[in-house]
């Protein structure tokens, strides 16, 4: 059974930056299409980025400019690099692989 385990979420002020990492423990990583997600209470998991076997991105329009996902296949690893960091960015973000894997989710928190 593949898992995925996310790392490098916390706690950081407005304006500010992190980066997330995704490890994955299967060696077909380089082959799956990964994705980052977000959650808030109350409301639907929503689509941050995805990234294609072949390196193809894709982002949702209010990350777009300020996040930038990337994947290490040598590492089996997906990456999130968020700087100018929002409030409203605050949210348990989630590692997906293609179709139906998930991560155990994450917390970031961003203050004002």
């Known amino acids: 059974q593949v898992q995925l385990v996310e790392s490098g979420g916390g706690l950081v002020q407005a304006g500010g930056s992190l980066r997330l990492s995704c490890a994955a423990s299967t060696r077909s990583f380089s082959i799956k299409d990964m994705g980052w997600y977000r959650q808030v209470p109350g409301k639907q998991r929503e689509l941050v980025a995805e990234?294609?076997?072949?390196?193809?991105?894709n982002y949702a329009d209010s990350v777009k400019g300020r996040f930038t996902i990337s994947r290490d296949n040598a590492k089996n690893t997906v990456y999130l690099q968020m700087n100018s960091l929002k409030p409203e960015d605050t949210s348990v973000y989630y590692c997906r692989m293609f179709p139906v894997t998930w991560g155990q989710g994450i917390q970031v928190t961003v203050s004002s």
């Open positions: 990234i294609t076997s072949g390196g193809n991105t």
